[in-house]
């Protein structure tokens, strides 16, 4: 739901989102599977931007509960 959420406030699906959050920790080296072009494309789309302060705390708050 936060994936979502966050997604429509970036104009991003929520697998970029995570993959970005993944990016931002700086020792996560996200290695997305892709079997088509467009997914890899989808993946691409975790490039060139960044979460908000907030948003990385939101989603690192939410990952320790699981």
Known sequence: MVL???GEKYHKTP???A???L???GNVIPIPG???ARQAQEN???LN???SAEAL???SLLSQNY
């Open 4 to 6: 979502q959420q966050l």
């Open 15 to 17: 697998a970029q989102v």
């Open 19 to 21: 993959l970005n959050w």
């Open 23 to 25: 990016i931002a920790q």
């Open 34 to 36: 892709a079997k088509t």
């Open 44 to 46: 691409a789309g975790a």
């Open 49 to 51: 931007w960044q979460l």
């Open 57 to 59: 705390q939101q989603l």
